[in-house]
């Protein structure tokens, strides 16, 4: 390959990540125990759904689109992920675009969740140990954005210490998270639903019968069904997306074929079981019944919904529990969120080093520590650009156009399981090159093409489905133009940057005839 074409003959980076260490990464990533918030939404999208048991259905398909991803990375094991293998594939515009509408993404989800530490964790720690005063100051925007400010800034701190230490620290978290859950199923089922529904009722003024009796009188079904739970499902694999991050550290990851395999399968199988285990035991203690009709009367407005604040499952541990262990619970569930934002913000970093490596963006984007093995230029970068979303989330109405990122990010799941459905056609070079496993076949047909398939299967139902009318109502023209307008300045920035390479006389085309250099 001519000089010239990459940043530089190495990309700096340290295979130090372990298949474990992966497996964490993508754990949080998909935030453990953020069901206990998105159970509410679960139940009213569709009611009568059994929580528990869309946990257990989306696990094989999570395995299934999870396989498919782990064997392209073993096949381009390079930072960047599914940016490489598209734009190796079938054309570097869209391995760019796609990659371009996931750095937008994550970034603003990352901008949604400081207030889910701030409000949804610090907020409500505080009024039950008797704070509500300082309780009031933390749920301002104004805090939210100060925390973010000083969170960004530890976040750059870890990540600038290489990506070894970023594991450990997730790691830490993920023992704060289990400790949380610990708590969360031991209250639940040592107080029992006899106990729940005697402090809930002493608290209301409204026992949990009656909330399902109203419910009911309003449209709630009243109990679970077959339908429901198989609707169900399409949201609770929401909750699973992300079990494949570790395919943007391939380059630091040491053993890929093997360890991106455990990585993938390993993280869906452990938050598979977690998210079982907090519904399961959620509705042990509380009353599924319950919990889907509190819901239901919350979500329709209705004047008999006995609590002042939403009914995530976490906030109703308090009736379950004492400030105490209501604390430690909460402890654990901040935990999440705050490692689901240094996920994040490691991932972008990744996806800019791989642009920049490529030459699509400035490439001093790419410079790495030589000490810590870490994109440092990237890392700043992002920094930046994660404390702008934050203000925006905030004091703008602009992040509330990301409504529909399932729809886009199945957009780029089909694109990426088309790609690997065309592998071996359209680089053979680089399909023999790659391990025996990727090549693999099933009879005639190769697993991989087996598995892309699929996958795309599952990327259409499920992007149809986020945007049907039980999901998001009647479907806004101007979200849906800014989720694609997304794609579109990604195309956009790829083809200015080609133009600006190829009046400079090295065509920014040749960055994607071979992999780039480790």
């Not at 693999?440 to 598995?451: D, S, T």
Request: aromatic content about 16%.
């Amino acid at each position: 390959m001519s000089e010239g074409v990459y940043a530089r003959t190495a990309s700096g980076l340290v295979r130090n990540v372990s298949a474990w260490d992966a497996m964490i990464f993508n754990i949080m990533v998909m935030a453990p125990m953020a069901i206990l918030v998105y159970g509410v939404w679960a139940s009213v999208t569709y009611p009568g759904a059994h929580l528990p048991t869309t946990a257990l259905l989306a696990i094989p398909i999570s395995i299934i689109v999870g396989l498919f991803y782990a064997l392209l990375s073993a096949a381009m094991p390079r930072a960047g992920g599914d940016y490489i293998w598209v734009s190796r594939i079938l054309h570097p515009a869209l391995g760019y675009m796609i990659n371009f509408f996931l750095f937008m993404v994550i970034l603003s989800v990352a901008g949604a969740y400081i207030p889910w530490f701030t409000q949804y964790t610090l907020a409500p720690v505080l009024r039950v140990n008797g704070m509500p005063e300082l309780a009031s100051s933390v749920s301002s925007n104004e805090f939210a954005f100060a925390f973010a400010v000083a969170f960004y800034a530890i976040c750059a701190a870890i990540i600038s210490r290489g990506a070894k230490f970023t594991m450990r620290v997730l790691w830490a978290l993920f023992a704060l998270v289990l400790i949380g859950l610990v708590a969360y199923a031991g209250g639940l089922l040592i107080t029992g639903q006899q106990g729940f529904s005697r402090n809930f009722s002493a608290a209301t003024g409204m026992s949990p019968e009656a909330v399902i009796q109203e419910a009911v009188k309003a449209g709630y079904p009243g109990q679970f069904t077959v339908t429901a739970t198989l609707l169900g499902l399409t949201f609770t694999y929401i909750n699973f997306l992300g079990f494949q991050f570790s395919i943007y550290l391939a380059g630091e990851i040491k053993k890929v074929e093997r360890s991106q395999l455990i990585a993938i399968v390993g993280a869906v199988l452990v938050f598979g079981l977690i998210d079982w285990l907090a519904y399961q035991v959620s509705y042990a203690g509380m009353g599924g019944e319950f919990l889907g009709a509190l819901s239901y009367l919350y979500a329709i407005g209705s004047d008999k919904y006995p609590l002042k604040d939403a009914p995530f499952f976490m906030w109703l541990f308090q009736y379950a529990s004492n400030p105490w262990l209501f604390t430690l619970m909460m402890v654990g569930w901040g935990a999440m969120v705050l490692a689901a934002i240094l996920t994040y913000v490691a991932a972008a970093v990744r996806f800019v080093f791989a642009w920049a490596f490529d030459r699509v963006v400035p490439t001093w984007l790419s410079k790495v520590s030589v000490r810590s093995g870490s994109p440092y230029a990237a890392l700043i970068f992002v920094t930046i650009v994660a404390i702008v979303f934050q203000a925006l989330w905030l004091w703008t109405p602009l992040l509330q156009y990301f409504a529909y990122i399932v729809f886009g990010w199945m957009i780029m799941q089909i694109i990426t399981a088309l790609a690997a459905l065309l592998f071996s056609r359209r680089r053979r070079d680089l399909y023999e090159r790659a391990p025996a496993l990727v090549r693999a076949r099933m009879g005639p047909v190769p697993v991989l093409a087996i598995l892309s398939a699929l996958s795309m299967i599952f990327g259409i139902w499920l992007g149809y489905a986020s945007i049907s009318p039980a999901f998001v109502g009647t479907l806004n023209p101007w979200i849906m133009a800014f989720t694609v307008g997304l794609f579109l300045i990604g195309a956009a920035i790829y083809f200015i940057s080609s133009l600006y390479h190829r009046r400079r006389g090295l065509p920014l085309e040749l960055s994607f005839k071979e992999l780039p250099p480790e």
